[in-house]
């Protein structure tokens, strides 16, 4: 299918670089953006992946923001699925979500395939035009994914959700929780300053970031109180793309006692 598009894009480019050479960085911007805005309408993305996982959620809420067709294939723990060859010649890693996009390749690592899909589909803020912006938008979304999903995913949710009670480690969970709550109040004296995670604008930082908050005020621990976080975690919850792919039940991830 790729080869499809290929020789139509190739004509255009040759006959614009000849028309107008001097614009020629400036045209070709354009006719790629129209060719994957052409995608967007013919092609509908495939995602792999249970709705309880956190790194699909992540992927999914981006997916709706941009406002993407798709469908999404159950797929990890019980749903199975990722152990099957066909399904490891696509990942590897017998982990969700993976996604193809029309004729590309499969692709996988939930960051990974946020960046791609907002450099690549349009939205006004996801992901900035301008290097700089660029790179503080990547920063944050790279200290939510490193020093807050890492912090919480398997030290403190796992703890608390996926470990049977008669296994649980409240002195473990106790030092987590401590480690967790010193990076979020970094997350929480950057929002004090600041609308979104990396800035003034919405963007895949605050997927990154925001995706963990629901499952992070639901479950049973002590919370600090951090101000600024539960603003900005409200201002999530009224988001519909929020609603609908993050606000989802963990249930079916529960240990049974
Ligand atoms: N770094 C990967 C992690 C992928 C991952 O570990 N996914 C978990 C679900 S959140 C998984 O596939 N677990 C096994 C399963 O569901 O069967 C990413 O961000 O996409």
């Given at each position: 299918m790729f080869n499809a598009y290929k020789p139509g894009l190739k004509f255009q480019l040759t006959r614009d670089y000849l028309t107008n050479r001097k614009n020629f960085r400036f045209v070709l911007k354009d006719t790629v953006r129209s060719y994957r805005i052409n995608r967007k309408l013919t092609g509908m993305i495939k995602i792999y992946g249970r709705k309880s996982s956190s790194n699909v959620q992540v992927v999914m809420w981006c997916i709706a923001e941009l406002g993407l067709d798709y469908q999404r294939l159950d797929a990890g723990i019980h749903y199975g699925v990722v152990n099957t060859a066909s399904y490891l010649a696509i990942n590897p890693n017998a982990t969700v979500p993976t996604i193809i996009d029309g004729d590309y390749p499969p692709m996988w690592e939930s960051a990974a395939i946020n960046r791609y899909l907002s450099r690549t589909y349009p939205h006004e803020t996801l992901w900035p035009d301008s290097p700089l912006q660029q790179a503080i938008v990547d920063q944050w979304a790279e200290w939510a994914k490193l020093n807050f999903g890492l912090n919480f995913s398997v030290p403190v949710f796992w703890q608390v959700v996926r470990t049977p009670r008669n296994k649980q480690n409240p002195e473990a969970l106790a030092i987590a929780l401590k480690k967790l709550h010193r990076q979020m109040s970094i997350a929480d004296t950057q929002l004090g300053n600041n609308p979104f995670i990396a800035g003034n604008e919405f963007s895949i930082a605050d997927l990154m970031f925001g995706h963990l908050l629901y499952r992070y005020y639901d479950i049973e621990i002590e919370r600090p109180h951090f101000n600024n976080i539960s603003r900005y975690y409200a201002t999530l919850t009224n988001r519909p793309a929020y609603r609908e792919h993050?606000?989802?039940?963990?249930?079916?991830?529960r240990a049974s006692d």
């Open positions: 993050v606000m989802v039940s963990y249930d079916e991830l």
